[in-house]
């Protein structure tokens, strides 16, 4: 019988079936911080359960860290209640942590990858649902609740219905100035918010197997922006490139034992998908948004297209744009390179790539923040925090910081902020802030020339 990437790891980790039912599925890989985690650590408590398997655990502080200051005492106290609270849950249970100011500190999605604890053929789960970052690996990788933290703390696995199956195709070659963040923008402008509802979704093609790690990360990151479960995108040698040799990932013949198991993961010639689409490189181009979700999207050079529901309308009002509006010249005073989905070492080299020589526009406010204390550290090795500084970026701590609003990096009220996250909702970056989703290279080009450019006529 011929199978999906999906069906082989998911099927392989399939402890029973329920019938006309969900299955229960063992996880690889359970991914902690402090937002999620407390209700899960009293749930057990209160009901005297011990955790599972707490070595299957991987634990850091994130979403309600500052960016500024780490070493200092934290002002906010809902944030360090959160703190506390996770390194004493964590003590408590002998579960590994990297807390603020650790070496491996970072936002959740972007450590486990860079450390080698996200490997091919896993199932991992977190109480975030840009959990489907890992998918990039080919291992089967989704967003929990609250509820179901507890459930995998307690049995290492979960009750849980299986998926139908997707696969989203691309071929040819991108544009000059095209990103892997354009390409999932672009597909999701295509496809629409819901279309990958009850699915998880392959992406298969060219573009995606040329694609850097930190690309496919971008696209499978994405993947719940269009209703999907998660993303996955099959190991190859570019995989391997990547893994080795980082602090998780086994070493010498144990390595190659394990790189020849997957290398098996890849859906098998003829195997069928309950739904598939095909878009061409050739068709995408530099992405923004305009709207108030990822799906709507333009191409830079595009007008906001012209619609007659009270939906769009509302957006529109929101975002204080009118149909058939270009948003080239549109000016912008906050631009926010970072997030779980754009703040790797690739995203950063890209934007000084850009920035060097030139100066950021006197009206922006620039703010860089490395996914981790390691991409930091990568920043400053490879002279891109003078190039950055030169023009005028602010380069912060590690951390989740302005992609949303739940720490002390917010966009004011009716300002707009192009940004490298994910999610462009109502209030998402802060109380009326107005979010403008794109790539590395937009958001860098919009910081230096102070408002919405046309990259595409521009010597990148």
């Known amino acids: 019988m011929k199978e999906t ?51 299957q655990i991987l634990a850091t502080a994130d979403h309600n860290t500052p960016t500024k ?45 860079e450390l080698g604890i996200t490997q091919p053929g896993m199932t991992i789960v977190c109480g975030d649902s840009h959990t489907s970052t890992h998918g990039a690996f080919g291992a089967i990788a989704f967003g929990i609740g609250t509820s179901q933290v507890a459930q995998v703390f307690a049995s290492q696995c979960v009750l849980i219905n299986k998926p139908k199956s997707l696969r989203v195709t691309v071929n040819g070659c991108l544009k000059k100035g095209v990103l892997p ?31 850097s790690m930190e690309g496919r990360m971008t696209v499978c990151n994405m993947s719940i922006e269009m209703g999907a479960r998660g ?65 709507m999207g333009i191409k830079i050079t595009e007008d906001i297209p012209v619609k007659n529901n009270e939906s769009f309308e509302k957006s529109l009002e929101y975002m204080n744009l009118t ?29 000084a790539n850009y920035v060097k020589g030139k100066q950021k526009a006197k009206n922006v406010t620039a703010w860089l923040v490395p996914g981790s204390r390691q991409v930091k550290a990568q920043i400053k090795a490879e002279g891109l925090q003078n190039i950055f500084e030169a023009a005028g970026f602010e380069l912060r701590e590690p951390g989740c910081s302005a992609c949303l609003a739940m720490n002390d990096d917010k966009i004011p009220k009716g300002e707009y902020c192009v940004s490298t996250s994910n999610r462009n909702f109502e209030g998402r970056q802060g109380p009326g802030a107005r979010t403008i989703l794109a790539s590395p290279l937009v958001a860098a080009a919009t910081a230096i020339k102070g408002k919405i450019i046309d990259i595409t006529q521009e010597n990148t």
């Open 323 to 351: 149909k058939g509006e270009s948003l080239i010249n549109k000016e912008i005073n906050y631009v926010f390179i970072g997030s779980c989905t754009n703040s790797r070492i690739e995203d950063f080299r890209v934007a």
């Open 181 to 211: 963040k354009d390409v999932i923008l672009y597909i999701i402008s295509k496809l629409g918010t819901n279309a990958g509802t009850g699915y998880f979704c392959e992406y298969a093609g060219e573009v995606f197997e040329n694609m």
């Open 5 to 55: 990437l999906f069906d082989k790891v998911w099927d392989s980790h399939v402890v029973e079936s329920i019938k006309k039912g969900p299955q229960i599925l063992y996880i690889d890989k359970h991914l902690i911080h402090e937002v999620t985690s407390p209700q899960a650590f009293n749930e057990l408590k209160k009901r005297k359960i011990p955790i599972f398997r707490p070595k």
């Open 69 to 113: 200051d780490q070493h200092l005492p934290l002002r906010d106290e809902l944030s360090r209640n959160q703190l506390s609270q996770l390194s004493k849950n964590c003590t408590e249970n002998n579960i590994m942590l990297y807390n603020l100011g650790h070496k491996y500190n970072g936002i959740v999605h972007v450590i486990a990858p």
């Open 231 to 295: 993303g996955m995108i099959a190991p190859d040698q570019t995989t391997l490139d990547y893994l080795i040799g980082r602090k998780y990932v086994p070493k010498g013949n144990k390595f190659d034992e394990k790189a020849t198991f997957w290398k098996t993961l890849k859906t098998d010639e003829g195997a069928k998908f309950d739904k598939e689409y095909y878009f061409a490189a050739e068709d995408i181009s530099p992405m923004i948004t305009y709207g108030t979700n990822p799906g």
